[in-house]
């Protein structure tokens, strides 16, 4: 079956950096696009990134451009996303996303707090 399990959130102050990952298996990783969604607390689901089966083709939501970069190691099986220069506004649980297969990781918390 489809797992997604994310890793790498963490607490860490406005202007730092923060490495997610994703473990992907159960299906093609390499074949397909994977995104990266984040809820923040009392706030809707936010699609955030989203990077093509080969790697090619890239998303970002404007409010992260030029501080998140998407992507992925299809010899892993693994989603990444780099974050630099955090804001509060990033806080959020972060979801690793199989659209195609309507597959969401468990999340990991992200905490920007000085």
């Known amino acids: 079956q489809v797992q997604l399990v994310e890793s790498g959130g963490g607490l860490v102050q406005p202007g730092g950096s923060l490495r997610l990952s994703c473990a992907a298996s159960g299906f093609t990783f390499s074949s397909v696009w994977m995104y990266w969604v984040r809820q923040s607390p009392g706030g809707g689901l936010e699609w955030v990134s989203g990077i093509s089966g080969g790697g090619g083709r890239l998303y970002y939501v404007d409010s992260v451009k030029g501080r998140f970069t998407v992507s992925r190691d299809n010899a892993k099986n693994t989603l990444y996303l780099q974050m630099h220069n955090l804001k509060s506004d990033d806080a959020a649980v972060y979801y690793c996303?199989?659209?195609?297969?309507?597959?969401w990781g468990q999340g990991t918390q992200v905490t920007v707090s000085s």
């Open positions: 996303v199989y659209k195609q297969g309507g597959s």
